[in-house]
């Protein structure tokens, strides 16, 4: 069987033109569609840029205010795309695709679950602003200052000079200590003194040795709490209010403190007593150290290798 050369040249121009009748007419739809798409980016443009200010009022994040005027520039580019397609009879397609698209979607979605749930997390710590960037912040058992807050993850700084990064997740749903939010902290300080010391006076005393430091609070008093009848003292604690949430004045404060109130002490014939132990002697207790009878005898050397110690009376009467 031979191949005819024309028969399939002619099937070839016949196909050719009906492609080329059916995009003539297909032209204004062209025409259209292109216009469509060219004059819906513009508003997909514009739509962004209102959409990007309106957000600034509720967020100062400017990450996440590009991220969000993002998405919405991108579902109006969809739309327009979806608009001009169907002009063009391919909206069944594109439905297609958007479908196979989803299913996609979904499986990353489950595959990358965490990073997208710590992502979220991110968006809505950005609403509920529980903590920013400088504050003194205790955080999963870390205590430190706030260096970033990503999307995925808060970095703090703690005061060993540690930088911690934690999942936002974490962050989210565990509870957060600002220090910083009402610019306040209270240092408490624990102090024993001696039984016969004046309680009364062991209170204006301490009082009026911590009073002047210079970062303790004006408008929040010192208070002097008696907490119990300890073993060898009588405790209290000494609450002190600080003007500042960084962890240095925290410190500084606390360590003047105690330099204070000893000296104080020592200038007012106020003790802190050591810890004391009392030792009984005796079968029965209560017998002083000094009445104990101390054997200070010594067994007599023995030199014999062979004697095992065990002494063997071979008097005669035995061997009767």
Do not use: C
């Amino acid at each position: 069987m031979e191949f005819d050369f024309n028969n399939a040249a002619n099937l070839i121009f016949d196909k050719l033109a009906r492609w080329g009748q059916a995009l003539v007419k297909m032209l204004p739809n062209i025409a259209l569609a292109a216009i469509i798409f060219v004059i819906g980016l513009f508003i997909a443009k514009f739509i962004r840029k209102i959409a990007l200010r309106l957000i600034g009022k509720v967020s100062h994040n400017v990450t996440l205010n590009n991220l969000f005027a993002t998405v919405i520039y991108v579902f109006a580019v969809g739309i327009v795309l979806f608009t001009a397609l169907s002009v063009l009879g391919l909206d069944k397609a594109v439905t297609s695709i958007l479908a196979g698209a989803g299913i996609l979607g979904l499986a990353l979605a489950f595959a990358f679950q965490d990073i997208a749930s710590n992502f979220m997390s991110g968006i809505f710590m950005s609403f509920r602003k529980p903590l920013k960037v400088g504050d003194v912040v205790k955080l999963k058992g870390y205590m430190g200052k706030v260096k970033e807050i990503n999307l995925r993850d808060t970095v703090v700084q703690t005061f060993q000079g540690h930088l911690i990064t934690i999942p936002n997740k974490d962050v989210f749903q565990s509870p957060i200590e600002n220090f910083t939010t009402l610019n306040k902290r209270r240092f408490d300080l624990d102090v024993g003194v001696s039984y016969g010391d004046d309680l009364d006076l062991v209170k204006k005393v301490t009082l009026e040795a911590v009073k002047d430091i210079a970062d303790i609070s004006k408008t929040s008093p010192t208070t002097i709490m008696f907490r119990e009848f300890g073993d060898n003292s009588i405790n209290f604690r000494v609450r002190m209010w600080i003007d500042s949430a960084e962890q240095g004045t925290f410190s500084k404060v606390g360590s003047e403190a105690i330099q204070r109130i000893k000296k104080a002490y020592d200038e007012a014939g106020i003790t802190i007593p050591f810890p004391t132990r009392t030792l009984d002697f005796g079968v029965k207790g209560g017998v002083p150290l000094s009445e104990i009878a101390l054997n200070t005898q010594y067994a007599p050397e023995n030199d014999d290798p062979n004697d095992l110690g065990m002494d063997m009376d071979d008097s005669p009467g035995d061997d009767q």
